[in-house]
């Protein structure tokens, strides 16, 4: 398998919100991609993604209140973007499991088949699809959001510490698609995160992923606990789940030995599902196979 690219955009200048964050993490994405699509300009590297990516639906993660989801600014930044390139705006949907999760994390419901749609797998005629997805230890029914109306999946996670999985990214995300989450916690989330990712339906939709850096929380997660959040004022971009989850590992365990913490694997909470999800071949865990690129932006 050849190297895997990620690129980690950062700013200064972000804020706490607002549009001035959401111009910047325009610029911030814009630059990003860029670099993913070998330095080609931004404009035709955001028609790149959007001509192949047909009904695109985004998925946030909003377990934890308006202080630790994927921010409204990354989101509508992002949608932004993939409609000046293109890209009909009632063909974008952000979505997660539930509206009260989305409302909760700032996002304004939009049911409509005008604008930018947002709703959750809660909404009154979406649910869960009827049949179970299996591959290995993983039985479950995925939210037709993805089974019916989105060709592919951009994944906009939030990066934070999380109790059982050690970490919760790109791939944990995809906890937030099934109906039966609460059945794979079991050995530190390990085979089922790779597992999940490795699904048919949800492998062959897969595309970008930008995780949320803007701020990390290193430590108490998944749940909101604002003493061990850091400003972080990042995105991080790849098109391997596996790749920018271990790269989030990292970070992770950076700043946890910075805060006189022991790394997630010494407080037995390794990301073993990372190696699984290799042997699955879904992307590259090792940093020797990783290329990680550092991009700073005003």
């Not at 610029?27 to 990516?53: E, F, N, P, Q």
């Not at 530190?188 to 930008?210: F, G, Q, T």
């Not at 972080?232 to 098109?239: C, D, L, R, T, W």
Request: proline share 2%; hydrophobic share 40%; aromatic share 6%.
């Amino acid at each position: 398998m050849s190297k895997s690219k990620v690129v980690l955009v950062k700013s200064k200048s972000l804020s706490s919100g607002g549009a001035g964050d959401q111009r910047i993490l325009g610029t911030m994405l814009s630059k990003g991609l860029s670099v993913l699509y070998d330095g080609i300009d931004s404009v035709d590297a955001w028609r790149k993604l959007s001509d192949s990516t047909g009904r695109v639906g985004m998925k946030t993660n909003c377990v934890s209140g308006r202080n630790m989801s994927t921010s409204v600014e990354l989101a509508t930044a992002l949608a932004e973007k993939l409609v000046a390139a293109g890209k009909a705006e009632r063909d974008i949907i952000i979505w997660d499991r539930q509206n009260r999760e989305l409302e909760s994390a700032g996002y304004s419901l939009n049911y409509a088949k005008n604008g930018v749609r947002c709703f959750g797998t809660d909404t009154r005629d979406v649910g869960y699809a009827s049949s179970f997805h299996t591959n290995g230890k993983v039985a479950s029914m995925v939210t037709n959001i993805l089974e019916i109306e989105c060709d592919h999946l951009i994944n906009v996670p939030i990066l934070k510490d999380h109790s059982l999985a050690g970490v919760s990214g790109a791939m944990k995300n995809l906890y937030g698609a099934i109906h039966n989450p609460n059945k794979y916690h079991d050995n530190n989330c390990d085979p089922y995160v790779a597992e999940l990712s490795a699904l048919p339906i949800i492998r062959s939709k897969s595309s970008l992923i930008v995780t949320d850096m803007t701020r990390v929380q290193y430590h108490g997660g998944p749940g909101f606990r604002g003493s061990y959040v850091v400003k972080y004022g990042a995105v991080i971009m790849s098109f391997d789940a596996v790749a920018i989850d271990a790269i989030g590992g990292t970070i992770l365990d950076r700043l946890r030995i910075e805060n006189d913490m022991h790394t997630l694997a010494e407080s037995g909470r390794p990301a073993k599902w990372l190696i699984t999800a290799e042997m699955l071949g879904l992307g590259n865990s090792d940093p020797a196979n990783i290329e990680l690129i550092v991009i700073e932006v005003d």
